[in-house]
């Protein structure tokens, strides 16, 4: 992985609220880690949402983001990037990859405006040119993004726990190849439970618009034996599927990596989700629904 670092100085604990704080669809609170309260996890309605190192940016300590990482360093194995994030939370990945490949340009989306602004305050984020945020909903501004301007895309977008239906959808992903280079990187997030419905839908659909498309999660997963995170990489450029099976090797947890014939066996007949009228709205949870984009 690149290893160039910017380091800060640690936010002492006054610095940062101690009680659940009201956002525009929800509360936030943060937990430091007994022991290191430089180690935070932003909570959203009590949610584990993002964790950062406030004494090292670099520092990822969620799974799938350790994943994801690994995917883009071995796609393009140095130097700044032009990055959008769908879905900012704390903005923990942007700033890892502010402090990994400097001179990055990024774009962070997030619904929420009141904690746009209070993860600015809280953490001390990187700021424009290097990272702007804009409030807004993931599919809306991709809709809007300039065509071939973006190296790389990231959609990590939640309401309630789950990811919203019209990022899913292959016209979803039809907007972000539009947005991305020639040979740009898409990367996804998502949850799914046995026998993995969403994430066979999403092969199907990303395998529609993109020419390489591969998958990493932790082997019981792929077992269904329990419920997790599962990354999604797509592009129309070849990915180095050995650099990036070596390289998940090293890190602290097992993973798997399907691609080619195991990934259509993983796909099955699952079909691909497209776009219907009522799915080209907001991620905004509807009234009653449990909150939470981003």
């Known amino acids: 992985m690149t290893e160039r670092r910017r380091r800060s100085r640690p936010r002492t604990a006054p610095d940062l609220p101690t009680e659940p704080v009201p956002t525009s669809l929800g509360t936030a609170s943060l937990r430091r880690e007994p022991g290191a309260p430089h180690r935070v996890t932003l909570l959203l309605d009590g949610t584990e949402s993002s964790h950062l190192d406030l004494a090292d940016p670099a520092h990822l300590e969620f799974e799938y983001m350790q994943q994801m990482l690994v995917v883009l360093d071995a796609a393009r194995p140095a130097g700044p990037v032009r990055a959008v994030h769908l879905g900012a939370a704390g903005c923990a990945l942007p700033r890892a990859l502010d ?45 809007t993004l300039a065509a071939g301007a973006w190296e790389l895309v990231v959609r990590d977008v939640f309401v309630g726990g789950a990811v919203p239906g019209h990022v899913r959808t292959v016209e979803a992903a039809a907007q972000v190849h539009r947005a991305l280079t020639p040979g740009g990187l898409y990367l996804v997030n998502l949850t799914d439970h046995p026998p993995l419905p969403a994430a066979r839908a999403e092969v199907a659909a990303l395998r529609e618009v993109f020419g390489h498309v591969l998958l990493v999660a932790d082997p019981a997963i792929l077992r269904g034996r ?69």
């Not at 405006?113 to 953490?123: C, D, G, T, Y």
């Open 226 to 294: 329990r419920y997790g995170n599962l990354v999604l990489a797509a592009s129309d450029a070849p990915l180095p599927v050995p650099l990036v099976e070596r390289e998940l090797r090293r890190l602290p947890l097992p993973v798997r990596l399907l691609h080619g014939a195991e990934l259509t066996r993983l796909q099955g007949s699952a079909a691909a989700e497209h776009d219907a009228a009522e799915d080209t709205g907001d991620d905004r949870p509807a009234p009653g629904r449990p909150t939470r984009a981003g």
């Open 99 to 143: 402090a990994r490949r400097p001179g990055s340009r990024q774009l962070a989306v997030e619904i929420d405006e009141e904690l746009a602004r209070l993860v600015r305050e809280w953490f001390d984020l990187p700021r424009a040119p290097r990272l702007r945020i804009r409030t807004g909903d993931a599919r809306a501004v991709t809709a």
